[in-house]
């Protein structure tokens, strides 16, 4: 495995609000917990004891293939392999609010992402940047914007994160939370 790039940040620190942070958190790991555990884990009352735990999961991409934060695609990416995370980060499937939208905290964790994988030299999109509101441990340029709604395709496809392994080798990423560390890495496979 040859390291390509890798950034983290701190969940402790997603608003100077704790009950908002804790939104943040939540939602943030829930998506983790869905990426790592597929669609049969989508539930509308998770165990967050469970969910919170420290974990390590890796997902490899394969060459060409891609992956979006959400499967609300733009038209581009609707007839190609597709991995996401499994999340419409809604009420029903467990994401909680701040009093703004459910699913509150969810960019920060695409802009991790969007930030490596800039860093990894990978193929990127985010047709819509994060610039209403700064994302903290995250520089401005990689700022994404995530939002899914069933009956708004064309927004919905726009406010995603599209990452294609644009390299002739498989790539794993590898998400990381560990005392309170959200880390997010880009290798080479072999």
Known sequence: MRPLATHEISLNDRSTVKSVNDVFKDNILLTAFYLKNGRSAVSKR???DTVSQAFD????????Q????HDGLMPDYKN???V?????????????????LFGDGVCHLASLMYWSAQDAGLETESPVDHNFSKIPGIPKEYGVSIYFHPNLPSASARQNLY??????????????YQNSTLSFSISELK
Do not use: M, Q
Not at 57 to 64: A, N, R, V
Not at 66 to 69: E, G, L, R, S
Not at 84 to 100: L, P, Q, V
């Open 46 to 48: 998770p165990n967050w």
């Open 57 to 64: 999961y890796s997902i490899t991409l394969y060459p060409e």
């Open 66 to 69: 891609v992956f979006a934060f």
């Open 80 to 82: 190609r392999a597709v």
């Open 84 to 100: 996401t995370t499994n999340s419409h980060f809604d009420a029903g499937t467990g994401f909680k609010s701040d009093g703004y």
């Open 163 to 176: 990452i294609t392994n644009n390299r002739h080798k498989p790539i794993s990423f590898n998400l990381t």
